[in-house]
């Protein structure tokens, strides 16, 4: 395998939409993620002026990649309207830096960018719950949390989202879900504190038939249907004791028994929790 083709499949396994432009703002190479994002394939794309392809509503006057090659500093978290291949119009944000060769000369352009229409969707979602004479949604806090989701929507780490019972916790947990690579998963919600606590044991991890009294059936716990998506465990400082080393396990190794199982299940799952303590 070549060494370009080895880059191209690494530019495929990225989750960003990526493309590359020569001197005469040609595209070079466009990536499954752009694919997907854009609407147009790499056959399509490869050959063509990067505007006729990724047409935004600053090509004439302040592209990323014009920018980058006016300052001479890359370009990064630049928001822009993109129209995509069918029409629809979408936010994403473009990242660009100049491409040189070993003497400093310019060989082209490296485009990076994300669609951000949850996020989007989000800011809007928190700005109608949280009007009070004013849209608090727009200040600089909530700036910052927008930020934060979408830093940990990137990595696939357990996050506790501590807040005031009607503050917004799981309006939180599903953004980060939905701009995660979990996405097209499942979000599977468990309201710890509404669940009686001789049954959130088994609604967490499920049982098998037989384990107890009224248990007339295997039932599948929501870690198992989170499988490939996202559990988000609400109120999670009332789980009772009992459960929480279960839930510690599942948490830190992903696997765990049914109730009267032996089995041990195993799940891709990622854990957002939120507690009012």
Known sequence: MDDRRKFEL???????????????????????????????SAEEAIGRVCREV????????????????????????????????????IPVSVSA?????????IM????????????KWLEMELQERYQFGQLIGKSRRMQEIFEQIEMLAENDVTVLIQGETGTGKGVIARAIHLNSHRADGPFVTVNCAA???????????????????GAVADKPGRFELAD????????????????QAK??????DKEFERIGGTKTIKVDVRIIAATNK
């Open 247 to 252: 839930l510690l396990r599942a948490i830190e």
């Open 54 to 89: 990724f047409r935004t509503n600053v090509c004439d006057y302040d592209c990323a990649i014009r920018r980058a090659l006016e300052t001479g500093e890359p370009v990064t978290n630049y928001e822009v309207i993109i129209t995509r291949k069918d029409g629809i119009q």
């Open 10 to 40: 690494i530019l495929d396994n990225i989750a960003d939409g990526v493309f590359t432009i020569n001197t005469d703002w040609r595209i070079e190479l466009f990536n499954k993620a752009a694919e997907r994002i854009t609407g147009f």
């Open 195 to 213: 669940l009686p606590e001789p049954l959130l044991e088994s609604e967490l991890f499920g049982h098998v038939k037989g384990a107890f009294t």
């Open 97 to 105: 830096s100049i491409l040189m060769d070993d003497d400093g000369g």
């Open 108 to 119: 082209g352009a490296v485009e990076t960018f994300r669609d951000i229409s949850q996020l």
């Open 228 to 243: 490939g998506g996202t559990i988000f465990l609400d109120e999670i400082g009332e789980i009772p004791t009992h459960v």
